[in-house]
């Protein structure tokens, strides 16, 4: 199980692997970093990264993905990291609306007004997952499009761009079969499935989910876009 909690002076990780931390740092889905090195993907690290009491006060008008952000600085001091930015051309999905509409729910009022939750500053009020007997189940509440074509994203390791021209609030439930090929899992939440609590699940694949669930569709284009290459990192030193 894999677990992540923002706190108020910083993030808290459990079982995190170092690709997964790789990829929130510089908030690119899998097809978009490029070049690391193989241990990155079979070694799970546990962090608590905490910043100065004086500047707590600060992290709270902070979205997740800047904090995220903020590690980048530990892992050029603890692993050596070295990464520059190039444009490729990869493959991208184009979320689009399907043949009949969409079957997304407007979201609720207080989805709309309460509180921000887990989703803050990505554009939901609050977001889930879980595994079952029907497979990957991501629940949103309040979720704008661009943080369902974000959360699609994370699932399927390749980006996925909002053409749905949609501008409304949703909730939405989610149900399919993970890929053995995927990488996926959303950090923003707290205990997360990792990818072997996904082994046997049953459920339509995310492409057949998307389109009979949603009522939205998932069509592949080649694109450039901005990937960070790794030039050098090693495993991280002791505390």
Request: net charge negative.
């Amino acid at each position: 199980m894999i677990r992540v909690n923002m706190k108020p002076d910083g993030i808290s990780m459990t079982g995190m692997p170092m690709h997964m931390i790789l990829r929130e740092a510089f908030g690119v889905t899998n097809d978009r970093l490029l070049g690391e090195p193989d241990w990155v993907n079979s070694e799970r690290y546990d962090v608590e990264a905490k910043v100065a009491p004086e500047d707590a006060p600060k992290l709270k008008d902070l979205t997740p993905q800047e904090r995220w952000e903020m590690l980048r600085a530990a892992l050029e001091e603890r692993c050596a990291l070295k990464f520059h930015h190039e444009t490729r051309e990869l493959t991208v999905y184009a979320l689009v609306v399907a043949k009949g509409g969409p079957k997304l729910q407007p979201a609720k009022p207080e989805d709309k007004t309460g509180e921000p939750g887990p989703g803050r500053g990505l554009g939901a009020r609050s977001a889930g997952m879980s595994i079952g007997d029907k497979g990957m189940t991501m629940t949103g509440h309040g979720s704008s499009m661009a943080f369902i074509a974000r959360t699609l994203s994370l699932q399927m390791g390749s980006t996925v761009v909002d053409k749905t021209g949609l501008t409304g609030i949703y909730d939405y439930t989610l149900q399919f079969a993970p890929d053995e090929n995927m990488r996926g899992e959303m950090p923003s939440a707290v205990g997360l499935p990792g990818p072997d609590d996904a082994a046997g699940s049953q459920g339509p694949s995310i492409f057949t989910a998307v389109q009979e669930q949603l009522g939205l569709k998932l069509e592949a284009r080649k694109e450039p876009v901005d990937v960070v290459v790794i030039d050098h990192m090693e495993k991280p030193t002791e505390n």
